[in-house]
C-alpha cells in the first residue's frame, strides 16, 4: 500500500509519462553506466556518492597523486643535486601517506632511496 506521499508522487511520474516528458532525455535508448560499488559497503556508498561528485578525494589519494607527480619530475631532471632534493621531498611524501594509513605494515609505500643505496654499496 502506498503512503500519501507516494502516491502523489506515482501520480505524477505517470503523468508525466503520458505527456511525454520523458521522451527526448539526454541518452535515451543509450545503456546505462552504472559505477560497481560493491567493495564499498552499502551504508556508505551514499556518503562515496556525493564526496565524488562534490571532487573531494582522500587526503591518502592526494598525497599519492602528488607521489606520482613528483616522480614524473624527479624522471626527467638532470642535476643530481636537485635530484636528491626531489627524492627526500618524494621519501617525505610516502611517511606521510604511510603514517595515514592504519592497516598493516605490509601495505606500506616502500620508501625510494633503498635501491639507489644498495647500487651505490655494490659499487664499492
Given at each position: 500500500?502506498?503512503t ?13 509519462q ?11 535508448g ?13 551504508d ?37 643535486a ?31 632511496y ?11
Amino acid at each position: 500500500m502506498l503512503t500519501g506521499f507516494e502516491k502523489i508522487v506515482e501520480e505524477r511520474i505517470q503523468r508525466a509519462q503520458r505527456e511525454g516528458r520523458f521522451e527526448d532525455l539526454e541518452g535515451s535508448g543509450q545503456p546505462l553506466c552504472l559505477e560497481n560499488d560493491q567493495h564499498i559497503p552499502e551504508d556508505l556508498r551514499i556518503c562515496h556518492k556525493i564526496l565524488k561528485n562534490a571532487d573531494y578525494l582522500p587526503p591518502e589519494i592526494e598525497v599519492k597523486k602528488e607521489i606520482r607527480k613528483t616522480e614524473t619530475l624527479l624522471a626527467g631532471m638532470k642535476d643530481t643535486a636537485e635530484k636528491y632534493r626531489i627524492l627526500k621531498k618524494i621519501n617525505f611524501l610516502i611517511m606521510k601517506c604511510n603514517a595515514m594509513k592504519s592497516g598493516s605494515i605490509d601495505l606500506e609505500i616502500p620508501q625510494r632511496y633503498s635501491g639507489r643505496l644498495v647500487k651505490r654499496l655494490t659499487r664499492r
